[in-house]
Structure formats: structure tokens, C-alpha cells
């Protein structure tokens, strides 16, 4: 009975088990892995092909303009003023201050003219070119005094073209300056100076595919007699872009 007792008595002394959990148990078990989204995984991933895509197609454009530019090895146009004729030129002095002892001095004078004026556009590339509308301005040292229009045209490759407009200029009003120059270079020395000044624009265009505008500056100096109504000197100047 003793020693059951004392056996029963040993058992008995044991310390409790400890239920108490670990602190870092503790903290493990509340502790929660960060959210993942699949959404959000599947927009980056869209985004990121959406970029590649245009990148691809960018290039791709790119790479069909430098074929077509090497292919085409484009030239710039020539606009030439061909001819010009005079269908009539007209000046009329209005009424002059005089001074004793110099000759009379006009207070102004008038201006009228028409002229015509033929361009011929040649086109040595492989491909056509399309033209906007050109103007082109007639002046008299630095006054304009009219203007001509080209409508817009389209000319094949390798092709020649004749164009045409006419300027009237209608009693043109010159000051004392001018006029009294105006009416020396026609009386006395029979040529008036006029320049010719225009912008052409043209674009190359191959299939669908329209290059870039550029513009062919043209700078023509004529002179022309009142007596004769005819074109005596021209000289021109153009200033063309390459395409």
C-alpha cells in the first residue's frame, strides 16, 4: 500500500503540461503572406505587349520609308520660268510740283501691266510629283504690285509640263520716289526692272505613300521695255529643297 501510495504520490508531484504556446509561435500563427493579384499581373503583362507591339510597328513604318527613299532616290523638281510676255504696260505721271530752275518732279504715278508668264515643271524622279497651289508675286523695287496664281497639278515620273498664269496690274499708285524712278527708267532709259518672286510646293508620291511638303523658291529678275511692250533680260534664281 506504501508503495502504491508512493507511486500514486510520484505521479502526482509531475508538473502540469504547459499549454502555454512559444511567443514566436504565437507570432507566426498571426502572421499573414502578402496579397497576390492576378489582375493586376494581367494589365502589366498586356501593357508590356501592347508596347512591344507598336515598337514593332513603328519600326516596321520606318524601315518601308528608307526602302522606298533608296529605292525612289527622289530629286528635287525644277520650276522654271520658261517665258514671259508682255501684253501691255502702261505709266501715267499724275500731276508734278515744279521748282524753278529744275525739271518737274512727280508727285506720284501709276502703274498698269499685264503680263504673261509660262513655267515649265520637269520631274527626273522615278515617281510623281503632286504640286499645291503657287503664287507668285511681281514687284517693282520692293513694292508689290500683283499677283499670279498656278492651281495645284499632279505630273507623272519623268514628264515635262508646261504651266501658265497672268498678272494684271491695275493703276499700280507709286509715291514721289518711286514714281520719279519709275518714269526715268521709261522715258529715258526705256527698261523697267521688275522681280518675280514664288513659292512652289511639291510632294513625291509613291502608291498611297505621300512624302513630306517641300518648297522650290523662284527669283526671277526681268526687265522690259514700255516702248517695244517686250521682255528684254531674265535671269532666275531657285532655291529647291531635296525631297
Known amino acids: 500500500m506504501t508503495s502504491r501510495a508512493n507511486v500514486n504520490g510520484e505521479h502526482n508531484?509531475?508538473?502540469?503540461?504547459?499549454?502555454?504556446?512559444?511567443?514566436?509561435s504565437h507570432h507566426q500563427s498571426h502572421y499573414q503572406s502578402p496579397s497576390y493579384s492576378p489582375s493586376s499581373a494581367s494589365f502589366k503583362g498586356c501593357c508590356?505587349?501592347?508596347f512591344l507591339l507598336f515598337s514593332f510597328l513603328a519600326l516596321l513604318v520606318l524601315a518601308v520609308v528608307?526602302?522606298?527613299?533608296?529605292?525612289?532616290k527622289p530629286k528635287k523638281p525644277q520650276f522654271d520660268l520658261q517665258q514671259v510676255g508682255?501684253?501691255?504696260?502702261?505709266?501715267?505721271?499724275?500731276p508734278s510740283s515744279?521748282?524753278?530752275?529744275?525739271?518737274?518732279t512727280p508727285t506720284s504715278a501709276s502703274l498698269s501691266l499685264n503680263i504673261k508668264m509660262l513655267f515649265t515643271a520637269v520631274n527626273p524622279n522615278k515617281v510623281g510629283i503632286k504640286y499645291g497651289e503657287s503664287r507668285f508675286t511681281v514687284m517693282y523695287r520692293g513694292i508689290p504690285l500683283g499677283k499670279g496664281v498656278v492651281p495645284g497639278f499632279y505630273q507623272?515620273?519623268?514628264?515635262?509640263?508646261?504651266?501658265?498664269?497672268t498678272v494684271a496690274v491695275d493703276r499700280a499708285n507709286l509715291l514721289q520716289a518711286d514714281a520719279a524712278d519709275l518714269i526715268k527708267d521709261a522715258s529715258l532709259n526705256d527698261r523697267v526692272e521688275l522681280r518675280i518672286l514664288g513659292e512652289?510646293?511639291?510632294?513625291?508620291?509613291?502608291?498611297d505613300f505621300t512624302?513630306?511638303?517641300?518648297?522650290?523658291?523662284?527669283?526671277?529678275?526681268?526687265?522690259?521695255?514700255?516702248?517695244?511692250q517686250s521682255l528684254t533680260y531674265k535671269q532666275c534664281g531657285f532655291d529647291g529643297l531635296s525631297v
Open 48 to 50: 508590356c505587349c501592347l
Open 86 to 94: 508682255v501684253q501691255y504696260m502702261g505709266i501715267t505721271a499724275n
Open 98 to 104: 515744279t521748282v524753278a530752275g529744275s525739271p518737274p
Open 13 to 24: 508531484l509531475r508538473p502540469p503540461p504547459n499549454h502555454h504556446h512559444h511567443p514566436h
Open 200 to 207: 512652289v510646293g511639291a510632294k513625291i508620291r509613291v502608291l
Open 211 to 228: 512624302s513630306p511638303g517641300v518648297q522650290v523658291s523662284v527669283d526671277c529678275a526681268i526687265v522690259i521695255s514700255p516702248r517695244k
Open 66 to 72: 528608307l526602302i522606298i527613299v533608296l529605292a525612289v
Open 156 to 165: 507623272p515620273a519623268h514628264s515635262v509640263r508646261q504651266v501658265e498664269t
